[in-house]
T-cell receptor, first 110, second 114 residues
Framework: DQQVKQNSPSLSVQEGRISILNCDYT??????FLWYKKYPAEGPTFLIS?????DKNEDGRFTVFLNKSAKHLSLHIVPSQPGDSAVYFC?????????FGAGTRLTVKP | DTAVSQTPKYLVTQMGNDKSIKCEQN?????MYWYKQDSKKFLKIMFS???????INETVPNRFSPKSPDKAHLNLHINSLELGDSAVYFC?????????????FGDGTRLSIL
């Protein structure tokens, strides 16, 4: 059972534009959400997170939005840069239980 | 300095063999994890240890046995390897247990069973 879904396996964006990566979850008990970024042959690295008591968290070019009623979160990157090209994983957790999505491969074209 | 290091990076072996993957973190974290990334690219948690004690043990065949000699190390031993064990295995650590703790990952061990 895939409790965290990233329905777009890939996304291509022009440099300087906004990248929007989406994530849906099914378990309403999840109360913390994280985004990780992964380059080839490396492990995922933590990017940004949000608690279920908030609907937005911003860190520089990265903003995560949470819509609890829709069980949906999104990661916005603006402006996108070629170095942002990577696979982005969404994760959701309840206490010690953390579930990851399958990732979205973002390509930022110069 | 690598924060979470796992060895080996690649492991190619025959079905039926026993192998180990080692993981060490130098971040002073209390909690360590093992994940399996399968062919569909999902990262699935296998085990979690907090201060050398097992706190998460997902439905994993008992051929997989984690061992934590101290809180900086979490090794994974796999007996009687099967074709379905082919995957990338990631070790991770976090400052403490809890789903709100960002995890630091190693670069993965790609296990291929012939």
């Amino acid at each position: 059972d895939q409790q965290v879904k990233q329905n777009s396996p890939s996304l291509s964006v022009q440099e300087g534009r906004i990248s929007i990566l989406n994530c849906d979850y099914t378990n309403s008990m999840f109360d913390y959400f994280l985004w990780y970024k992964k380059y080839p042959a490396e492990g995922p690295t933590f990017l940004i997170s949000i608690s279920s008591i908030k609907d937005k968290n911003e860190d520089g070019r990265f903003t995560v939005f949470l819509n609890k009623s829709a069980k949906h979160l999104s990661l916005h990157i603006v402006p996108s840069q070629p170095g942002d090209s990577a696979v982005y994983f969404c994760a959701a957790s309840e206490e010690n239980d953390m579930r990851f999505g399958a990732g979205t491969r973002l390509t930022v074209k110069p | 300095d690598t924060a979470v290091s796992q060895t080996p990076k690649y492991l190619v072996t025959q079905m039926g063999n026993d192998k180990s993957i080692k993981c060490e973190q130098n971040l002073g974290h209390d909690t360590m994890y093992w994940y399996k990334q399968d062919s569909k690219k999902f990262l699935k948690i296998m085990f979690s240890y907090n201060n050398k004690e097992l706190i998460i043990n997902e439905t994993v065949p008992n051929r997989f046995s984690p061992k934590s000699p101290d809180k900086a190390h979490l090794n994974l031993h796999i007996n009687s390897l099967e074709l379905g064990d082919s995957a990338v295995y990631f070790c991770a650590s976090s400052q403490m247990a809890g789903g709100n703790q960002p995890q630091h990952f190693g670069d993965g061990t790609r296990l291929s069973i012939l």
